[in-house]
């Protein structure tokens, strides 16, 4: 089987053409790419909003969670059922599945913001909004950034399943193999999608360490250059332990 | 109970046993794995990472990786029932030791002053006081397996997902309707089962609240 698995990859047909390896893998991000944006746009400003104001924040989590049990294989087949095929409906039910994670870790993040730092900038005079995109948004960087992740995780897995219902992509390679019981075919279209979900959550926890604020913020080696200056120790009358 | 040509109650069947095993068993492996990565940082530096790789491949690329792994027939419900133990275990291993690191010190010092060997205050002590934290991660595991037990029915394994491939081979929405209201109810159960299980395991917690 591994053989044929090689032979599968070595075809060079396979590596060209609207159903080449690299037509579906840009397919496949495509689709991604344009789900996951949608429901960001959907996703993020309502978790920001309820996580600042506080109402409605038991609402968010129960439908965050309510919609985690949501097959992804029925509502793909479902929105196809009702909307017909095309891009469109399956793209749908992608942004349905990309919302919850990213809805939970705006509204978590912005509502996790130190309570202290949120007081002192009102304290200082800091309107809502100031407060909103000063304060409480940088400090739920790293959790809106975990949503977004496993939102994106989430997306390219039920795109695969998506090639069901007509979508292209990776998943072609596996839905149209098992129709004719080519294996090698499975295999591969397999291999293909784990390797680019690995390989696009290990880009996004790089870029995600790029843009947080903080001490874990990944720096740049251009950034590196000038080291920073250590503070010289301050010299202390405080008995040490 | 027949319904669109089915045998309803086989396919819940079919779909409890699939959904449910496999998050058991996979609560059994990652026990001892997430004790060892507790006890040892050089374990949870590969476990950890591990796990999260794994957790990473989509569950439709996993089912199909597993028969050229180990040999299965592709056909067979044990490559999903595999799948979902390994996403259990790679969501459970780190939770397990999270739940262990989150036992105070003071407790565990007091248990081996006491007596408590190493396996006897896992079980009798950490445990017991780590019932919380495990319940919450088994309850997403759990969920999250419902649905994904769906996804077999894309490789001819038989469960409520059968009801939603062959309804789109059929056109008929009543019938992939109720296989998606299905798979939720019965997740939403067991969900519900895991919570009871987990206050029945924790009855100092309700003592606490004066429940």
Do not use: C, K
């Amino acid at each position: 089987m591994l053989g044929r698995l090689v032979d599968w990859f070595g075809d060079p047909t396979r590596w060209s053409g609207s159903a080449g390896i690299p037509a579906r893998v840009l397919e496949h991000l495509g689709y991604t790419l344009l789900a996951v944006a949608i429901a960001a746009v959907i996703a993020l400003p309502i978790g920001a909003l309820v996580g600042h104001t506080r109402r409605g924040g038991l609402a968010v989590v129960g439908v965050a969670n309510g919609l985690r049990a949501l097959p992804e294989l029925g509502v793909l087949v479902l929105f196809v059922l009702l909307l017909g095929l095309g891009l469109l409906p399956p793209t749908l039910a992608l942004v349905l599945l990309a919302i919850p994670p990213m809805l939970a870790g705006a509204y978590s993040g912005v509502a996790g913001a130190d309570p202290g730092a949120v007081d002192a900038a009102r304290g200082i005079g800091m309107r809502e909004h100031q407060i909103l995109f000063g304060v409480e948004i940088p400090a739920a960087v790293p959790l809106v950034l975990g949503g977004v992740r496993f939102a994106t995780l989430q997306v390219i897995a039920t795109a695969t399943i998506a090639a069901y219902v007509g979508l292209g992509g990776l998943g072609r390679y596996i839905i149209d193999g098992f129709a004719v019981r080519d294996f090698p075919q499975m295999l591969g279209g397999a291999l293909i999608v784990a390797v680019l979900s690995v390989v696009v959550e290990l880009v996004l926890q790089t870029l995600g360490r790029l843009v947080t604020p903080g001490p874990d913020r990944l720096r740049l080696p251009s950034a590196r250059r000038e080291p920073a200056p250590t503070p010289a120790p301050i010299p202390s009358r405080e008995a040490r332990p | 109970m027949r319904a669109f040509g089915y045998d309803i109650d086989e396919l819940v069947v079919d779909h409890v046993l699939l959904a449910v095993v496999p998050v058991v068993l996979g609560l059994v492996i990652a026990l001892p794995l997430g004790w060892w990565a507790h006890l040892s940082p050089g374990a949870r530096r590969v476990l950890v990472p591990l796990s999260g790789a794994l957790y990473t491949i989509p569950s439709l690329a996993l089912i199909v990786f597993i028969p050229l792994v180990l040999g299965t027939p592709i056909l067979s419900p044990v490559n999903v029932g595999l799948t979902l133990i390994i996403y259990t275990v790679a969501l459970l291993v780190r939770s397990v030791a999270e739940a262990l690191d989150a036992v105070p010190d003071t407790v565990t010092t007091a248990a081996v002053a006491v007596g408590y060997r190493p396996v006897g205050l896992l079980l009798g002590v950490q445990l017991p006081l780590a019932v919380p934290v495990l319940t919450a991660g088994l309850r997403v595991a759990s969920v999250s397996s419902f649905s994904l037990v769906t996804v077999g029915a894309l490789v001819g394994i038989q469960s409520l997902g059968t009801l939603m491939t062959d309804g789109f081979q059929q056109d008929y929405t009543a019938m992939v309707a109720t296989g998606i209201v299905g798979s939720i109810l019965l997740a939403f159960v067991f969900d519900a089962l895991w919570l009871a299980l987990g206050r029945a395991l924790t009855p100092w917690a309700r003592a606490r609240q004066g429940v």
